[in-house]
């Protein structure tokens, strides 16, 4: 199965400051890769795609071949970006990584 | 809001006891998942279907069942085997097994705890 992984279960920035969640993966080839985020009382939706290149809330993902890495980014958090946050491969069995909970404080 | 209905949202279970969790989808998707979410441990596959009769083990699929015998629906049944049931499980829909812009769609969750 193709899997990715969350190092990092926890991360704590203050708002303002960068913030790096990382998402390595361990298969060959084309990953399709995707974010998804549940904030607190909410569903767990999609956040964004790598496919797509775009930037939602101020996210970017960038696909690196080289690292095998699809990390998430984001150059100022705000307090509302704290949430879990899960990497996924879009594959027929959707083994998402262990996510990683944000928070981000005042 | 979603398309997929889980139901209970609070289910209370006594030990030895069997219980099915509803997973309806009205968005027509092929693709239906199970996770199961505990604190600190993310999101772990329960069971899959990639479509009508057919479905697959995740990684934790001792002590439940599933059946798909429409495509709508996808209930799972968490059985006495299951040694740790108390847990907010997940269901999930997409139009088809992964694949590019084949977003996963997901359902508000059911908190089972066993008592």
């Known amino acids: 199965a193709q899997r990715v992984t969350q190092p990092e279960k926890l991360l704590s920035v203050f708002k303002g400051a960068p913030v790096e969640l990382k998402c390595n993966y361990s298969y060959s080839g084309s990953p399709e890769l995707f974010w998804y985020v549940q904030y607190s009382r909410q569903r767990l939706q999609l956040l964004l795609r790598h496919i797509s290149r775009e930037s939602i809330k101020g996210f970017t993902a960038d696909l690196n071949k080289g690292e095998t890495s699809f990390h998430l980014k984001k150059p100022f958090a705000q307090e509302e970006d704290s949430a879990m946050y899960y990497c996924a491969p879009h594959n027929n069995d959707m083994r998402f990584g262990a996510g990683t909970r944000l928070t981000v404080k005042p | 809001d979603g398309g997929i209905t889980q139901s209970p949202k609070y289910l209370f279970r006594k030990e030895g006891q069997n219980v099915t969790l509803s997973c309806e989808q009205n968005?027509?998707?092929?693709?239906m998942y199970w996770y199961r979410q505990d604190p600190g441990q993310g999101l772990r596959l329960i069971y899959y279907?990639?479509?009508?009769?057919?479905?697959q083990k995740g990684d934790i699929a001792e002590g439940y069942s599933v059946s798909r015998e429409k495509k709508e629906s996808f209930p799972l049944t968490v059985t006495s085997a299951q040694k740790n049931p108390t847990a907010f499980y997940l269901c999930?829909?997409?139009?088809?097994?992964?694949?590019?812009?084949?977003?996963?769609?997901f359902g508000e969750g059911s908190w089972l705890t066993v008592v």
């Open positions: 279907s990639q479509i009508v009769n057919d479905f």
């Open positions: 999930a829909s997409s139009i088809a097994p992964g694949g590019t812009g084949n977003t996963i769609y």
């Open positions: 968005l027509n998707h092929d693709a």
